[in-house]
């Protein structure tokens, strides 16, 4: 099990920072390395190339003689530790050399002779000395293979003391640099990781104190519009709609208790009666009729309860179909002819032939009837009633449903739309406040919806909107 402080991003990130930038400086440090032994190397060879010219020189004008003598000599003069000179036939036989003690180990290395014989372009080699008489160490030497007349080559080489103290120095001067970035990248990462995670920190802290009865509780927004800035922004705003919707289910809790209450409350009351009064056959009769009736208004609010909850979730049991509307808003408003004539109210329609929408016909009888339905049961004898059926603009169907009932007041047009939502002004009607719901729940199913605004003079307007593509006009 990894303790939690290795799977915290602070520490990733602080390994990721100081990762790169400890990996970064060691490539720029083997950079300069091969950088730095370039120009050392090339130093070297240009040096012993001056000496193999200067031989070439000496042999023109001195002959043989001269620059055996001056093998020894600048060999002497640069210190026999320090460079060595031989003269050697093509073949590989050397027939004159410097003082060679220091450099008894060098031998002619033949794949550099042969080179040289092949291309007559000179060649050089970086080579292991071994000092025998100093315990077999080691250091390294340039060496140099060059005609210097036609048919003798130069074998020169030089010491890379200045190379191997150079290596020397780099290789402590590496590690200790090393060390350092190591040490100093890993606090500024850490340092840098807890900076920018401190707003996370902040957040959690925040979230910590909310529980359900601190959700008044909210993250700190600095304000900067970055990313963590942003994060709490929504943190915020998903807490808003959380404790809205709490809100909301306290709210139809209530209601839930409220409504449920009176028809329970009546059912009882009725079989009370019953069990205590001694009455008539007939009597009995009309109250197990009402029992049933309270009973039936019961489960049809738990019916409507259960389908909004389906629809809202995605679970409604829809069954798309090409639909006429025009024929069925038309035979709808037909059968609310006798209704009309009964309550005395003023009903007309006015529906557009030939719309054609791709619906679940139940759903929108549902949602239509409840509209009309809604519309009669809120307008008084002597007042209007009227349905329209058009397209709409940019394809839309509309359905507009219009009274001049007792009208909703603006501060309530939204609220009506919530489960239980009941005005003050309506509560003289029988209702459950669910069929709006309902209805708007299949309107945005069908992915249109559905909106009240006042009447002119008085009542209300609804408006179902259908739109067009798979769920709308066809
Ligand atoms: P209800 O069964 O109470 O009618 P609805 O969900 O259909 O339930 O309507 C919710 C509330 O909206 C009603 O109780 C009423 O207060 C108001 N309302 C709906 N339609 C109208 C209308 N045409 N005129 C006035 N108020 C209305």
Not at 96 to 120: D, F, V
Not at 147 to 152: L, M, N, T
Not at 224 to 235: G, Q, R, S
Request: hydrophobic share 40%.
């Amino acid at each position: 099990m990894i303790p939690r402080f290795f799977r915290t991003i602070a520490f990733r990130l602080t390994l990721w920072y100081a990762g790169i930038f400890s990996v970064s400086s060691c490539v720029v440090f083997i950079l300069f390395y091969f950088l730095a032994t370039q120009v050392i190397v090339n130093q070297m060879d240009q040096e012993l190339l001056e000496k193999a010219g200067f031989f070439s020189t000496i042999i023109q004008r001195k002959g043989m003689t001269g620059a055996n003598n001056l093998a020894v000599l600048e060999a002497q003069a640069a210190g026999e530790k320090k460079i060595f000179f031989r003269l050697l036939y093509p073949n590989g036989q050397v027939f004159a050399s410097s003082h060679m003690a220091y450099w008894s180990s060098i031998q002619i290395h033949q794949a550099s002779l042969e080179s040289l014989l092949k291309t007559r372009q000179h060649v050089f080699k970086t080579q292991d000395v071994q000092l025998k008489h100093k315990g077999n160490s080691v250091f390294k030497a340039r060496i140099l293979y060059d005609f210097v007349a036609p048919e003798v080559v130069l074998q020169t080489g030089l010491a890379m003391d200045t190379y191997d103290s150079f290596l020397g120095a780099y290789k402590r001067i590496f590690g200790l640099s090393m060390g350092f970035v190591v040490i100093v990248s890993t606090l500024f990462g850490w340092f840098l990781s807890k900076k920018a995670l401190s707003g996370v920190d902040t957040i959690t802290t925040t979230v910590k104190k909310i529980s359900g009865s601190t959700l008044d509780e909210r993250v700190f927004e600095t304000g900067n519009e970055d990313e963590l800035d942003y994060l709490a922004k929504t943190f915020n705003e998903m807490l808003d709609r959380i404790q809205a919707l709490i809100k909301s289910i306290h709210e139809m809790s209530d209601n839930i208790a409220h409504d449920l209450k009176s028809p329970v409350t009546r059912i009882r009351g009725f079989a009370e009666l019953a069990l205590i009064q001694q009455d008539t056959m007939e009597e009995y009769r009309s109250m197990a009729a009402n029992t049933i009736e309270e009973s039936d208004r019961l489960l049809d609010m738990i019916n409507t309860m259960l389908v909004i909850s389906k629809v809202d979730a995605g679970q409604g049991e829809f069954v798309f179909e090409r639909l006429d509307l025009s024929r069925m808003i038309k035979g709808a408003c037909e059968l609310y002819l006798p209704l009309a004539e009964d309550t005395n109210i003023h009903f007309s329609y006015e529906v557009e032939d030939s719309i054609t929408v791709y619906a679940d016909r139940r759903m929108i009888q549902r949602a239509f009837s409840n509209l009309v339905d809604n519309a009669f049961k809120y307008t008084d004898p002597g007042e209007s009633v009227s349905v329209v059926l058009k397209k709409g603009s940019q394809e839309c169907i509309h359905i507009i449903v219009e009274d001049t009932g007792i009208g909703i007041d603006p501060g309530e047009r939204e609220s009506i739309f919530q489960r239980f939502y009941r005005t003050d002004r309506s509560r003289t009607k029988q209702g459950s406040g669910l069929g709006l719901s309902l209805a708007r729940t299949i309107a945005r199913a069908h992915h249109g919806d559905i909106t009240v605004t006042g009447n002119n003079t008085k009542g209300s307007v609804f408006l179902l909107t259908l739109p067009h593509g798979n769920f709308g006009v066809i």
